[in-house]
């Protein structure tokens, strides 16, 4: 099994970015995905997650209104669009997959690598 996040980077406060994860080797459409995040010194937490069939989105209170998950089974990928980016929104991001998740509790079946996003002020 296999998770690649794509598309971390540094911007500006306010600014935005697209995160991807692309998911091999296991049935995507019977997974859950999620995006957690970590700061340097801090716990890893949820931010995103989108269900498997049928599809929905849920969010941590310090994204809502600015992220939004979205995911291609097709593509077998899942997205994070971050609008409104805040400094605090800084860390390195992962993707996981599982069958059940829950974003207060960082665990899953499988992780991909992380990828960095830097929100300068």
């Known amino acids: 099994v296999q998770l690649q996040a794509f598309g971390g980077g540094s911007v500006q406060a306010g600014g935005s970015l697209r995160l991807s994860c692309e998911v091999s080797?296991?049935?995507?459409?019977?997974?859950?995905i999620g995006w957690f995040r970590e700061a340097p010194g801090k716990e890893r937490e949820g931010v995103a997650m989108?269900?498997?069939?049928?599809?929905?989105?849920h969010y941590v209170d310090a994204v809502k209104g600015r992220f939004t998950i979205s995911r291609d089974n097709a593509k077998n990928t899942v997205y994070l669009q971050m609008n409104s980016l805040k400094p605090e929104d800084t860390a390195e991001y992962y993707c996981a997959a599982a069958k059940w998740l829950e974003l207060s509790i960082p665990r899953s079946d499988y992780w991909g690598q992380g990828t960095q996003v830097t929100v300068s002020s």
């Open positions: 080797g296991l049935l995507f459409v019977d997974y859950t």
């Open positions: 989108i269900s498997r069939r049928p599809t929905s989105a």
